[in-house]
């Protein structure tokens, strides 16, 4: 087990509803990741968060934004729901950006869009 | 895009049987990682090789890394059925900032 928490770990939305997701990262990291990874597939970058700021985002358009608390607890949110959008969403902490480093993830929060 | 693609996607093996896996990448890495995931849940990480590295091991698993054919594989030694999960490769390339790109995963799975 890592020290990385979601929540919630189920969740039922409807179609152009908005969810918000959240992970609480390791302690001691300062770098929070969020991946969507749809059944059969893997993990797909949606952005990451250093130091309360975006430093970087995958190709996911701007209903999906974050952020990032300054005990680098983070969230995901999504407006407008799309069947879509229905995944495991999978946050990764870990310390510092660019460099090689160990991510450890949390155990994931399954949006089922209805 | 993914930048990985892991061969084979699915592999049935004994327990005590060796099992490995491969990934091939399309661009220049600075590392690459192996992951492995039971079940849906959260992702264990398992090894990192660096772009200057070629071999490494750890516990029953080992990994290779070909910058030149741009391709890594996983060998999962004495396999058992604990190992039953899916792996993935993931890269992190020149220009990212940190985040790291998936393959699709091989799904293993360990008989008894």
């Known amino acids: 087990e890592t020290g990385v928490t979601q929540s919630p770990t189920h969740l039922i939305k409807t179609r152009g509803q908005q969810v918000t997701l959240r992970c609480s990262s390791q302690?001691?990291?300062?770098?929070v990741s969020w991946y969507q990874q749809a059944l059969g597939q893997g993990p797909q970058f949606i952005f990451q968060?250093?130091?309360?700021?975006?430093?970087g985002r995958g190709n996911f358009p701007p209903r999906f934004s974050g952020l990032q608390f300054p005990n680098y607890s983070s969230e995901l949110n999504v407006n407008a729901l799309e069947l879509d959008d229905s995944a495991l969403y999978l946050c990764?902490?870990?310390f510092g950006t660019g460099r090689a480093t160990e991510a450890f993830f949390g155990q994931g929060t399954r949006l089922t869009v209805v | 895009s993914q930048q990985g693609e892991e061969d084979p996607q699915a592999l049935s093996i004994q327990e005590g049987e060796n099992a490995t896996m491969n990934c091939s990448y399309k661009t220049s890495i600075n590392n690459l990682q192996w992951y492995r995931q039971n079940s849906g849940r959260g992702l264990v990480h398992l090894i990192l090789i660096r772009s200057n590295e070629r071999e490494k091991h750890s516990g029953r698993l080992r990994v290779t890394l070909d910058t030149s054919k741009k391709s890594s594989s996983l060998l999962i030694t004495a396999s058992r059925a604990a190992d039953t999960a899916s792996y993935f490769c993931?890269?992190?390339?020149?220009?990212?900032?940190?985040?790291?790109?998936f393959g699709k995963g091989t799904k293993l799975s360990v008989k008894p």
């Open positions: 302690s001691g990291h300062n770098t």
């Open positions: 968060y250093y130091r309360e700021e975006e430093n």
């Open positions: 990764a902490s870990s």
């Open positions: 993931a890269t992190e390339y020149g220009g990212s900032q940190g985040n790291l790109i």
